[in-house]
Each structure stands twice: as structure tokens, then as C-alpha cells.
């Protein structure tokens, strides 16, 4: 199990790091989100106790109250409010994409004047 969650963390940071280096603003904005799914499951997975199986979330008589015999909610609230904030402030950069893209007229990083955007001047 450690195993298949090591790799899918590692191939989301991957994944969300190669599109972080790409031209185009949606391609940065998805691998900002990839890489806030790698976050959220290295934050999970690292929790005490977040991969442990058999062990109940809410008290139960007759078992002490320790982490031993319980899952741990810690990690879970931070996962969970991690991927509301994510979400959020995945909105609020389609909303910024959307209006600059209005505004320069290309979607390229470096604004219209790169190199390799596709409406690039042929002078320096």
C-alpha cells in the first residue's frame, strides 16, 4: 500500500511540476492543482496513524482512549480544508486567466511579446 501511494504522489508532483514549467496559463493553473493533490496525500499519508487500517474514527466503549485504537483526525480536517482552499483559489485563477487573457489577447506566460508565443513580433 505504502508503495502504490508513494508513486501516485510521485507522479502527481511530477506531472504537476513538468506543467508548472509549460507556456500556456492553464497548463500552470493544472499543474498547480496537481501539485496541491500531491500536497494533500503527502499531508494524509504522513499523518500518525494515516494509513492504518482496522481502527474505528469515533470512541467506542470498552477500548481506551489512546491513538493506538483510533484513526487520527488531524490529518483529515487538514486535508479537507487544504482541498477547499484549493479549490477556491483554483477559481479565482481561471477568474484572473480568463480576464487576462481578455486584456493581452494571448494565453502565453510571458505575455505576447515571447519568443514562442504564437503572435510574437519578427523583430527583437
Known sequence: MEWVLSIAIGTLAGSGVWLLLRPRTFQVIM???LLSYAVNLFIFAMGRLGLAENKVPVLQEGLPLDLQHYADPLPQALVLTAI???????ALFLVVLLASRGISGTDHVDGPDAPDAPDAPDHP
Not at 84 to 90: D, E, L, R
Open 84 to 90: 477547499v482552499i484549493g479549490f477556491a483559489m483554483t
Open 31 to 33: 499543474g498547480l492543482t
